[in-house]
Each structure stands twice: as structure tokens, then as C-alpha cells.
């Protein structure tokens, strides 16, 4: 029996298995498809390929409900392989530099440290490369609110998280029982979460508003609760009604345009007059509308007409504060 041939790309085979020793429930060959743009063939050609190297790959007992087969290490052996370079160090710095939150800023300035201290034996060169990007590289000040995230509240909600724990808090100087899903990060942070009192509905809540945080030990079922899923139906954070909604471009903003990323849901389309359309499925009627006032006069809502409607409202009632 003939074996099959052995996938080629190195590259794409090392970060495959870093991915595969990163998640604890390992990595599944339609997860490989879409990570790296592959048939089913080539996707498991990848994997195939991997075994031949690290024999400690298993298929893992992992309970899923579509009876689909992952892959992944039983011990950590590729530990020795793990580095960082000093792009991927100075990278972590920018963010910690961009950011406005002093508890978060702290936090990534220590795991930088502890980066550089599993890197100490090129410590030399590895902080004048760091500094270099550091020197060549910056952002444009960006204006943004701050808000006061406590980094407790932070640990709590995540340790919930990973053991679908019920949280106690203060909000909206309400005590109240929630169950948290996950985290959206954006210029502010939510906590998508169900509040059993208040029915089935899953809520978006201010991370920073909340008071008094306490992990309870009462366990509740997530369900088929996706976070991916969830945060791709709508435009910002805002959950709503989902809108079919068409902007066209100026032939001026057009080619800006056809390479912005405005939602997952995109789909792009030349006109003959050298304007530029893009559709989209998405809820948040508000933040689609701030985001169109920002490209001028040279974007139009085409459909639906609902939101030009409120485009236009909004407009109005701005106009008359002047």
C-alpha cells in the first residue's frame, strides 16, 4: 500500500503544530481546512505529515456532539522548540504602549517580562532588536474613551468562563446572578452572558460597571452557545434585527474601499462607473450608521431603506444642535 505523499510547506506544518500543542482539545482536519485554505485531501495530507514527526500526536477523547475527530499532543514535548523572536515581543509592547487601561497595561508589561526572561540567554540581543522596532515602529494617537476595568473582575469572569461557574455582581446597582459566555473587546469590554431571572436572552454587559464580583460555585450548561457566532451577526457589539445592507462608494473612496474589512459577511462589487458596493448581513443599525458618517458625503446606504431612513434622522437632529 502506497503512502500518501507527505505535505511540503514547513512553515504551515510547524504552526500547525504549535496550534494543535496550544489547544487542550487539539485540532480537527475541517479546523485545518479553513485555518490555512485547503482541501479535505491536503488537510489531512498536513496531518499525516505531522505524525511522521511528532509520533506523540493522538486522536483525543474529546466529547463532541458531531462526532468529529481531533487531533492533538499528549505531553508537551515541543516545549524545547518554543521561542520568541524579538518582532513577536515587540508586538506585545506596541499593544501595551496603545492601550489606555492602566490595569491591562500593567499586565502585559509583566508578561512581556516573563517572555523575555524564558528568552535569557540572547537577552543582549534580543533587547536591541526590540528596541529598534520599537524605534521604526508607532500609531497615531487615537481618540477613545477610558474606562476603569478591575483586573480582578477580569480573572473572575475568565475563571467562570473556562468552568461554567455562575457569577454574583452589582450592576446598574442591581445585585444580580448571570451566566457569562464570553468577552467581546472593542474600545470597551462586554460580558456576553445569560441572566437567568430575566429568561433565555443572552445580554451584552459593560465589564467596567460591574460591582462586587463573586464566583459562585453553582455550574450551569452553555449549551450550543457559540462566541464566534455570536459576535459575527452584528456590525459592532449591538445585537438587533440583522439588515441586508448595500453601501456604494465614490469612484474617490472606491479603491480604500474594496480593501477595508467591514464585515465578515462582505461581499464586494465593482461598478462600470468605477464606484465601488459592498454588502453585508449584520444587526447594530447605530454603529453602521457612525461608521458610514466617517467615509463623507462619498458613501450612500442603498438598502435597507429603514437605515437610510434613520442615516438621514440622525443627521437631522445633529444638524439642529448647531
Known sequence: MEDKPRYS??????????AMAARPQGITIKEIEEEYGVSRRTAERMRDSLINIFPQIEELEIED???????????????????FSPKEIANIEQYERRTTNKEVKSELKQ????????????????????????????????????YKMNIEHLNIVREALKDSKKIKAVYHNKQR??????????????????????GDGI?????????????TEEVFDKGDFNLQEYSSRSFGVYQGEILNVKLSFTPDLADDASKYNF???????????GSYTVSFKASGSREIIWHVFKWGKGCKIL????????????LVENLENY
Request: glycine share 4%; hydrophobic share 35%.
Open 263 to 273: 464585515h465578515p459577511t462582505q461581499k464586494g462589487k465593482w461598478e462600470e462607473d
Open 9 to 18: 510547506r514547513n512553515s504551515d506544518i510547524l504552526e500547525l503544530a504549535f
Open 65 to 83: 456532539k458531531y462526532n468529529v475527530k481531533h487531533w492533538g499532543f499528549t505531553n508537551h514535548s515541543l516545549l524545547p522548540l518554543i521561542s
Open 111 to 146: 508578561t512581556v517580562d516573563k517572555i523575555k526572561l524564558l528568552a535569557q540567554k540572547r537577552a543582549n540581543s534580543i533587547e536591541n532588536n526590540i528596541e529598534l522596532y520599537m524605534q521604526t515602529e508607532g500609531y497615531a494617537i487615537r481618540q477613545m474613551p477610558q
Open 177 to 198: 446572578k448571570i451566566e457569562p459566555l464570553g468577552l467581546i473587546y472593542g474600545e470597551k469590554v462586554y460580558l456576553v452572558a445569560r441572566e437567568p431571572e430575566k
Open 203 to 215: 445580554y451584552n454587559y459593560l465589564l467596567h460597571k460591574f460591582e462586587n464580583f463573586e464566583l
Open 303 to 314: 438598502t435597507p431603506k429603514s437605515l437610510r431612513d434613520e442615516y438621514k434622522k440622525y
